[in-house]
């Protein structure tokens, strides 16, 4: 599975970004999918992810009510809508691709960025104050 971010850019305190992420390869596997980010100086970190079995939706507390994951299976392609955005969540965003086993619940998500297999180039997201 290659995926391919884009979409990122600058934006004022309080705006808008949806960045994008399209898969190609073999997709038709269980995957979850995941958007990390990486700040400068700091470890990569959970932000979002999407449950292949069941849908459900993870947040990490500091975007849940502010971002969106969402999956489009007949394009291949995942996105994060961001609104409110704050000068803090300034950072290079990764979409990764996780496969997940059959015996594993619906719901199964992980916050680890180490158990993704696939992941895309990362987009510059830049929130100005």
């Known amino acids: 599975v290659q995926l391919q971010a884009s979409g990122g850019g600058l934006v004022q305190t309080g705006g808008s970004l949806r960045i994008s992420c399209v898969a190609s390869?073999?997709?038709?596997?269980?995957?979850?999918i995941g958007w990390f980010r990486q700040a400068q100086g700091k470890e990569r970190e959970f932000v979002a992810a999407?449950?292949?079995?069941?849908?459900?939706?993870y947040y990490a507390d500091s975007v849940k009510g502010r971002f969106t994951i969402a999956r489009d299976n007949a394009r291949n392609t995942m996105y994060l809508q961001m609104n409110s955005l704050r000068p803090e969540d300034t950072a290079v965003y990764y979409c990764?691709?996780?496969?997940?086993?059959?015996?594993?619940?619906?719901?199964?998500?992980?916050?680890?960025?180490?158990?993704?297999?696939?992941w895309g180039q990362g987009t510059q997201v830049t929130v100005s104050s």
């Open positions: 390869g073999r997709t038709s596997s269980n995957y979850d």
């Open positions: 999407l449950a292949w079995g069941d849908g459900s939706e």
């Open positions: 990764a691709a996780d496969r997940v086993p059959p015996r594993y619940s619906a719901s199964y998500y992980s916050p680890y960025p180490d158990e993704y297999e696939y």
